[in-house]
């Protein structure tokens, strides 16, 4: 799998939008992006994932560059329970793909 | 998405003794997999529990160590052997569907003293 950089951390408003960058340079023409959270002593929890095209759910939303070595997870309107570690992960979409997770952002919604 | 439960949520051990670790899904799932989370650090895959056959371990895990059962789709344990307190962290079950997502159980926290 492909590695992903994203900062180590980041402090965003209660109500304001959230934008959180990862960079995924050599990413394969068939390995998807896919965001998991995790929420202090709780176990990840699946965001959003994307090949190619924006995604949005209603958790997110997920913009990829056209060239796909990097992307952007957006959370509309940041709550405080959005505070978690969030991480980006390239992996190819098959049911024995292994998820390989990074460091992570660390992501503090301040009131 | 899938309901996964784990079963101890938490437990505290002496050293030397072992711990296993059940994980129940609510329906079939195609694969699980078994995490360990130590203390301020990522996660880190240990094994995939195979159905019916041996796990298959990442590099620096040992069935010795992490012996791993699986037999039906929908449950697994883990067992951590001879524990020391470098074994200390969080242990999660992860399972996909048909979807190929993959979700997290709430996971183990094991405390070795």
């Known amino acids: 799998d492909a590695k992903t950089t994203q900062p180590p951390s980041m402090d965003c408003a209660e109500g304001r939008a959230a934008n959180l960058p990862c960079n995924h340079s050599t990413i394969s023409g068939n390995e998807y992006v896919y965001w998991y959270r995790q929420i202090h002593s709780q176990g990840p929890q699946y965001i959003i994932h994307?090949?190619?095209n924006n995604e949005t759910n209603e958790m997110a939303s997920l913009i990829i560059t056209e060239d796909r070595k990097s992307s952007t997870l957006i959370l509309p309107h940041a709550t405080l329970r959005d505070t978690a570690v969030y991480y980006c992960?390239?992996?190819?979409?098959?049911?024995?793909?292994?998820?390989?997770f990074g460091g992570g952002t660390r992501v503090l919604v301040k009131p | 998405s899938a309901v996964i439960s784990q079963k101890p949520s938490r437990d505290i051990c002496q050293r030397g003794t072992s711990l296993t670790i059940q994980c129940q899904v609510d329906s079939q799932v195609t694969m699980m997999f078994w995490y360990r989370q130590q203390p301020g650090q990522s996660l880190t895959l240990i094994a995939t529990a195979n159905q019916g056959s041996e796990a298959t371990y990442e590099s620096g895990f040992v069935i010795d160590k992490f012996p791993i059962s699986r037999p039906n789709l929908t449950f697994s344990t883990l067992t951590v052997s001879n524990m020391s307190p470098e074994d200390s962290s969080i242990y999660l079950c992860?399972?996909?569907?048909?979807?190929?997502?993959?979700?997290f159980g709430p996971g183990t926290r094991l405390t070795v003293t």
């Open positions: 994307g090949l190619k």
């Open positions: 992860s399972v996909v569907r048909d979807s190929y997502e993959q979700y």
């Open positions: 992960i390239v992996r190819v979409k098959a049911a024995g793909n292994k998820l390989t």
